[in-house]
């Protein structure tokens, strides 16, 4: 359990630092190229996402793999194997990938954006790079699960703070120093993407090396995983579409400038998973093991409490960054058309993506238990519903319909889906997750942020000292009253106060 909570803070720290620092350059990267150079950055990031079809749930599962065969004996042999092979797999996708985007840069430049400013040549060459950039950024996703798996996720970490710090910092200096372009701009990230990937391959296949033998491909242990693999394949490709469908069809149906507010009220929002997905990598692997050795009352231990920490989390931050979305856009960008523009994406983004986050500890029961079926019915059953409702919202209301879509389609799953995995995986828990785990922390941190928006002043918007003050005071008030109305965050706030209370008296006395 230490090292669980270990892995909990290194991932929380690393997920926090790395949002920050993303979130404190993009104003700067827009500044030096401008909104629609920027859309382009929208366009990379989608298609980065799109192409997690191609994973195959290869990450997921070597993650998965790594961290059942650890608790078992004499399987170093069969873990060094299974990690070749994927390799390998995975180095032959990421070749493909930079490849076919490469020769499809035409198609992208001429026949998809729409731009205002930026000329049809020099979309393409972006395009090229970001081909060769997406190549080498790819296997990060699965030597990134290889060491999640063995609970190396303090080094993971290290290792993806340092390289994307240089990497954003690097971005503003090359714009400053060397070009304000688009092509100068993916370039460096081909350079940072390629220091990530050998980074984490030396550290991942060292963690390995000690074990045994040299590792070798062994098309043996895939027919032993190709089962859940193709599952979780079938999940990320249907996981993925669904949650790119509004950018991939805004970023065809909108202006390139227009898509790049979308793509800035999307960062807003997707920074919650900063939140989220520290406590995913971390239960994840521990969800594994305690269904491997069927210790059913500990995982309902575990479940509630990474429920709760997840809801304590993301739930302040979502309603008080939804209620104040203007105040924020403002605030960050120090710009009124682009916060009158995007102010309400915000709103609706991170009110979809706060529903989702609440469903990734369920989702992370389901991978461990290995019951995939579910995922695959329902995300097939939304594409088909959501590909014509996200056509017609976005051509009626534009980028605040694309943006509905999102909010829709996650409270079918909060109300629908999460049950249904209760129901099948822990049975007589799902009143207690919509009581305890998500109830009491929404409850709080809504009543607080209302109070907060209720008894805001129109000239506490003009000073900045004063507006972040206020903000600041709004969301560190929404975040311990839900961590005090939640059982697993109060006791452990109780345990610091009764811990520190006694303390201070033994410190008085030396």
Known sequence: MRLLK????????????QGLIYLAFVPLYIKFMGVESYGLVGVYITLQAMFLLLDMGLSVTLNREMARLSTLPDKEQEMQDLARSLEIIYWGISMFIGIALVMSAPFFSYYWVKT???SPRVIERAFRIMGVAMAFQWPVGLYSGGLMGLQKQVLLNIINCGVNTVRSIGAVLVLWLISPTIQAFFSWQVICSMTNTCLLAVFFWRQLAHLCQKARFNKHLLKGIWRFAAGMSGITILGTVLGQLDKVILSNMLSLEMFGYYTLASIVALSLYRFITPVF???????TQLVSVSDVEGLKQLYHKSCQLVSVLILPVAIVVAMFSYHIMLLWTRNPVTADKTYLLVTLLISGTALNGLGYVPYALQCAYAWVKLGLYVNSLSVVLLVPITIFLTRHFGAVGGASVWVILNVGYFF??????????LPHENRRWYWQDVGLPFAASFITALVGRLFLKPHTTTDLFAAVTYLGVILIA?????????????????????YRLHSEPKAENQ
């Open 6 to 17: 270990k892995n909990i803070v290194a991932n929380f720290a690393g997920s926090i630092w």
């Open 116 to 118: 205002d400013q930026l």
């Open 416 to 425: 629908i889906v999460t049950p249904l995995v209760h129901n099948h995986l």
């Open 281 to 287: 990598s971390a239960i994840y692997p521990k969800f």
């Open 478 to 498: 929404a975040i311990l009253l839900a961590a005090f109305v939640t059982p697993t965050t109060r006791g452990w706030l109780l345990k610091q106060f009764i």
